[in-house]
């Protein structure tokens, strides 16, 4: 929830049409320095996000076609959202690369990064409030360690 308080802090200073055209010089000596390392950071971060992205998509592929019997309703939300969390956040990642990683800074990018990054944050909402569900009703089914499958059987993590 941290990154959704900071990007909703900083959005309208980022995203304001005067903002999104400008194009700033790159910061000079460790500040620089700094922005570089964030950079090769970010393009990091949004590779490991998009293995997330397709595990969050198999485990959907597996919650969301069974039948509406109750057992996996908030487990396929849960990995639907988490899903849509992962994508945006890569999105996030990238346009905040793009925005460091050159001789100058594209505003634009940065703005882009606030979206989606507020966007990331709601999806990460509502795969929590899914996963308190299954917590709180005591199905035993967690996101990525599924114990019971709607047949009953145990069959472990997958």
Known sequence: LGTLASAFATVEEK?????????????PGLDGDNDMAMCVINAAEAS???????????????????????????????????????????M?????????????????????????????????????ASGAHNNCRGSGVTHGNRFLDPDGVPRGAR
């Open 48 to 90: 490991s996000y998009i293995g997330h992205a397709v595990l969050s998509i198999r485990a959907s592929s597996e919650d969301c076609r069974h039948p509406r019997t109750g057992k996996l309703e908030a487990s396929c939300a849960a990995d639907v959202s988490g899903a849509i969390q992962s994508l945006l956040l890569v």
């Open 92 to 128: 996030a990642y990238l346009s905040n690369a793009a925005a460091l990683c050159g001789e100058t800074v594209i505003v634009g990018a940065v703005c882009a990064n606030r979206i989606t990054s507020i966007l990331a944050g709601f999806a990460e909402v509502s795969g929590g």
């Open 15 to 27: 995203c304001k049409p005067s903002a999104v055209k400008e194009v700033l010089p790159g910061r």
